[in-house]
């Protein structure tokens, strides 16, 4: 979700990456992961920070979105509660979705759906899906799967139809400085960058450019810049055919030996393995909706 949850009901079922949540997200908290995430708010809306954007989510609408952005709640609008489901890229990949769907999520935009009232809300879904995996039963599982593929597909059928609506947009108002060093960061992450040419372009001390990151972010500035570097290695390798050598320089990073450990422990494997993993699921059959799991040795 757009943030960790202040209480976590994170109902975790036979995959690590496949789960459910149900509670009050926590704007004091960013983070990130390597699912794709449909989320639902109700009694109130979110207006949340992906990869340098303000994303607005009005109550009761569907956003679909890959983790491997650094995001979190700024504010929340009303007594706001999520509910929502992650299941990992892999198996998304899988599904063969439209084009449309699949291009999106893979260059880290935000999909916020078009309202939808029949045959049942989104919020009605979403939180049919959380009961299913909180009963922890195969059936369950299975029929969340299904579900969860139907919904992307008829989302891309929506998209094509319908006037794209601009939801996510470049940080500004309300947060001053905070905005500008995104601003900066957005705009030079994938070059050398350092906390001393950020505060001499804005003309402020390094100190108080740490300070009013972390303040809003809850991280340093340079984990941002990591993140950030990091999710854009990951849409390279998912994304293209390039050398990983060619990636690290793509990204941003300035030598391989810092680009691998921080990949390693962001993304919990190593580069080729990454790219491994996400080429073999756009082949493999070891999971449909429909047919279950095979083993896997």
């Not at 879904?125 to 919904?151: C, D, N, T």
């Not at 470049?170 to 900066?184: C, D, M, S």
Request: with cysteine.
């Amino acid at each position: 979700m757009f943030a960790n949850l202040a209480h976590d009901l994170n109902f975790n079922f036979d995959h690590a990456g496949f789960s459910a949540f149900s509670g009050k997200p926590d704007p004091r908290v960013g983070h990130r992961h390597n699912e794709v995430e449909l989320a639902v708010f109700e009694h109130g809306s979110i207006v949340a920070l992906y990869g340098g954007r303000q994303v607005s989510v009005p109550p009761e609408r569907l956003v679909v979105f890959w983790g491997a952005m650094p995001h979190r709640a700024l504010r929340l609008e009303g007594p706001t509660v999520g509910h929502g489901i992650r299941v990992p890229l892999q198996w998304v990949l899988r599904w063969k979705l439209p084009e449309i769907v699949v291009r999106r999520l893979l260059n880290l935009d935000v999909i916020v759906a078009p309202a939808r009232e029949s045959p049942a809300s989104d919020l009605a879904l979403v939180k049919q899906w959380v009961r299913f995996m909180e009963s922890r039963q195969p059936e369950g599982r299975e029929i969340v799967l299904l579900e969860v593929h139907a919904r992307l597909c008829r989302l891309a059928v929506e998209l094509g139809t319908k006037p794209r609506v601009t939801v996510a947009a470049p940080a500004t108002g309300g947060f001053g400085l905070f905005e500008r060093i995104l601003q900066i960061v957005s705009e030079r992450c994938h070059e050398p960058l350092s906390i001393s040419e950020i505060a001499g372009a804005l003309r402020v001390s390094r100190t108080h450019v740490m300070r009013q990151f972390r303040k809003v972010t809850g991280m340093s500035v340079l984990e941002y810049i990591t993140q950030r570097r990091v999710s854009c290695a990951q849409r390279l390798l998912a994304t293209t055919d390039m050398k990983i050598l060619d990636i690290v320089c793509e990204s941003g990073f300035n030598s391989a030996a810092r680009f691998y450990p921080c990949f390693k422990r962001l993304v919990g494997q190593s580069p080729a393995s990454y790219r491994r993993s996400v080429r073999v699921a756009g082949k493999s059959s070891k999971y449909h909706p429909g047919r279950g799991p095979a083993n896997e040795s």
